[in-house]
């Protein structure tokens, strides 16, 4: 399995603007290959931004990979800019191979 995550740092006072924003987007991963589930998570408050991450499980890294390059991915993503005024910088990307222990 492979887990893909974006940490976003939202602007104190926009979280429900960043939620909502979550709430309301068709991700499009329904039919995708590979696709098991997605979460999203809220993590702590900072003096500036409150953390927030993207946290979806894949079968293989291969089958997120291709979604990537997929287009349900880029319709997933449009417009994904104009939201911009509530995030702290850009979303940092972080990708892990699950161990089987």
């Known amino acids: 399995m492979y887990i893909a995550m974006n940490r976003f740092k939202i602007i ?4 429900k603007d960043f939620e909502k924003i979550w709430k309301n ?6 039919d995708v290959t590979g696709f098991i589930e997605f ?6 408050t900072e003096e500036t931004y409150t953390l927030y991450a993207s946290h979806s499980t894949w079968k293989s890294q291969n089958d997120f990979s291709n979604w990537t390059k997929s287009k ?7 417009g994904a800019g104009k939201h911009s005024d509530i995030y702290l910088g850009h979303p940092v990307f972080e990708g892990f191979e699950v161990i089987t222990l």
Do not use: M, S, Y
């Open 39 to 44: 979460h999203l998570v809220k993590g702590k």
């Open 25 to 30: 987007r068709e991700t499009h991963l329904d």
């Open 12 to 15: 104190i006072g926009r979280e």
């Open 72 to 78: 349900e991915f880029r319709q997933a993503h449009k």
